[in-house]
């Protein structure tokens, strides 16, 4: 049977090499280039399946080539099989039949709930963050792979599901039987008002809807009286050009230019224009982004910023001024390949690495700032290309001390977050809730006997010196020196848990808040902290500063 079927992967992929053959039959240098490679190609994988001394997968070995071939190009150009175009069609239209879990964990062959949707069945019948699954439908899942765990819970829209679960201070596992039903994951997680006059749009994503959900979310902030908008794109990958485009007509006047491509292939070269009236051309607009703000997110914020239609506020977005469009290929599986760079109205391209000139050992640098051409905005404010989108109000990207990331990392903020929700019922509302100081101390209890060995990164650069001293003889030389120094430098968990102590509250009332009010509560619980938040609070309170930044 698998020599029936290697002749069955043969035969077709010959059939196709042939196909390409003809129709790439022209007297042109590079395509005689192309036949010439598919024709090595095909007898090179042949020979290999042929008389290779062990068993192989022709299927894997193709992926495994393709694969190589495409991360050549660059990382948006990939194959998708056929098994794998459902998760595509989910991450491009948010849309899927399961029970609302959004994300889990796994560890140590736990499968830990870490996010379910409010307002879909898991959150309806009483699933909670922190949840860990046992068994789904029957099936112990202690052994499965998250990929495998996330396939049991996706099903039909209205077939039955049962999940047994562990929950902290429960000795029994519960049981929970529900429905499968359509899930649409939101673009627009959170919108809410952070002040009095203020509202606040967080966009995580631009699948289809994007638009939609932006546009009503600022039509109800408007009506709750919101006289400002901070729109949220920190850590937006992108997604879709045309919710981009939609998205910034909300703010920019029928007819003004939003993006145009370029590529090889002229059908690419496109311009696209606002088409719609704007909903709002003179709210004042903060666009808050950081380095993982990408694609189609840097567009929105370019075309505000290009357009002096709002402040950026964060760190410099990511770069990546390249649009990809899906092609189908045979047997169901298709190809997303980048077909052009794209250009926000000034005219200038972000795309930040150059992928079209690699070093010897295959690594791509960034463009430099020698090549990096300058344009100017509407009001005429200089701004650069190859390098993403410059934020006119910059913020460093906040500090996380080596501690705070260890408790973060070992998962002990969500576990302790987990059993403060068995042990208190409610808590403020979210905007409000702060630990009070003996709560904190009954924290800091509470992980004074968990595992929390860490080294800061000063005790690193002290061994890495004493490695190199010994080394190269100098050791006995700087001995008394580098112990005066660790001992000076030697930390004690009791007193870092005092002297981070603000950073860690914050993480933590996020955390605990997330465990009453899901995502709006970990947004809302963040506003009196979040410095990209606070200076677009005291922007608006400055109006002069304000139309400052955006004149010339």
């Known amino acids: 049977m698998n020599f029936i079927m290697k002749k069955k992967t043969l035969y077709l992929f010959f059939a196709t090499c042939i196909s390409l053959l003809v129709a790439f039959n022209t007297p042109d240098d590079h395509y005689f280039e192309v036949m010439k490679n598919l024709e090595i190609f095909g007898t090179l994988f042949k020979e290999v399946n042929t ?57 140590d062959g736990k499968t830990v709930i870490t996010k379910p949707m409010k307002g879909f069945v898991g959150e309806k019948s009483g699933l909670l963050i922190g949840d860990q699954i046992i068994k789904i439908d029957g099936i112990d899942v202690a052994s499965k792979s998250g990929s495998e765990i996330s396939q049991f819970l996706k099903g039909q829209a209205g077939t039955p599901i049962e999940l047994v679960i562990k929950r902290f201070g429960n000795d029994k596992p519960m049981t929970f039987k529900m429905t499968r039903e359509k899930i649409s994951t939101t673009n627009v997680p959170y919108f809410g008002m952070v002040s009095s006059d203020v509202g606040l749009i967080q966009l995580t994503d631009f699948t289809y809807n994007a638009s939609k959900e932006v546009k009503d979310a600022l039509v ?60 709002d051309t003179d709210i004042p607009l903060a666009v808050l982004i950081n380095s993982s703000s990408a694609s189609a997110a840097e567009i929105v914020c370019g075309v505000m910023q290009d357009y002096d239609r709002g402040v ?35 005219g200038r391209c972000i795309q930040a690495v150059d992928y079209t000139h690699r070093n010897p050992d295959g690594s791509v640098g960034k463009v430099p700032d020698s090549l990096r051409i300058a344009f100017k905005t509407k009001a005429g404010r200089v701004v650069y290309d190859g390098g993403g989108v410059k934020p006119d109000l910059e913020n460093e ?63 690193r650069t002290i061994e890495s010196l004493e490695k190199t001293a010994k080394e190269e003889k100098y050791y006995e030389d700087i001995k008394t020196q580098l112990t005066s120094l660790k001992d000076k430098l030697s930390h004690n968990k009791d007193n870092d848990l005092q002297k981070f102590k603000t950073e860690i509250k914050e993480e933590l009332e996020k ?15 963040s506003f009196n902290d979040d410095p990209d938040i606070k200076t677009a609070l005291a922007l608006f309170k400055d109006e002069a500063k304000y139309k400052k930044i955006l004149a010339k």
């Open 511 to 525: 955390e605990i808040a997330s465990r009453y009010y899901f995502a709006d509560g970990r947004m809302e619980a």
């Open 51 to 107: 008389y290779y001394v062990d068993e192989i997968s022709p299927n894997e070995l193709m992926n495994e080539g393709i694969n190589s071939m495409l991360n050549s190009l660059d990382p948006y150009t990939n194959y998708i099989p056929e098994d794998q175009i459902e998760d595509y069609r989910i991450m491009t239209t948010g849309q899927y039949a399961g029970i609302g879990i959004e994300t889990i964990t796994r560890e």
């Open 397 to 459: 990207k906040p500090h996380v001390s080596q501690l705070l990331s260890v408790l973060l990392r070992k998962g002990l903020l969500f576990d302790y977050a987990t059993e403060f929700r068995v042990k208190n019922a409610t808590i403020a509302p979210a905007k409000e809730f702060v630990l009070s100081e003996s709560q904190y101390q009954d924290f800091v209890k509470w992980v004074s006997n968990k595992d929390l060995d860490y080294k800061t990164k000063v005790e």
């Open 220 to 279: 109800k902030l408007k009506e709750q009286g919101a006289k400002s908008v901070i729109l949220d794109l920190r850590d937006n990958p992108g997604g879709l050009l045309g919710e981009a485009v939609n998205i910034s007509n909300l703010f920019v006047n029928k007819g003004n230019e939003i993006v145009s491509t370029k590529g090889k292939v002229k059908e690419w070269n496109k311009k696209y224009n606002a088409l719609n009236n704007a909903l």
């Open 312 to 346: 950026l506020i964060g760190q410099n977005s990511f770069g990546k001024g390249l649009v990809q469009v899906t092609r189908s290929l045979s047997y169901n599986s298709k190809l997303k390949v980048t077909v052009a760079k794209y250009y926000i109205p000034s």
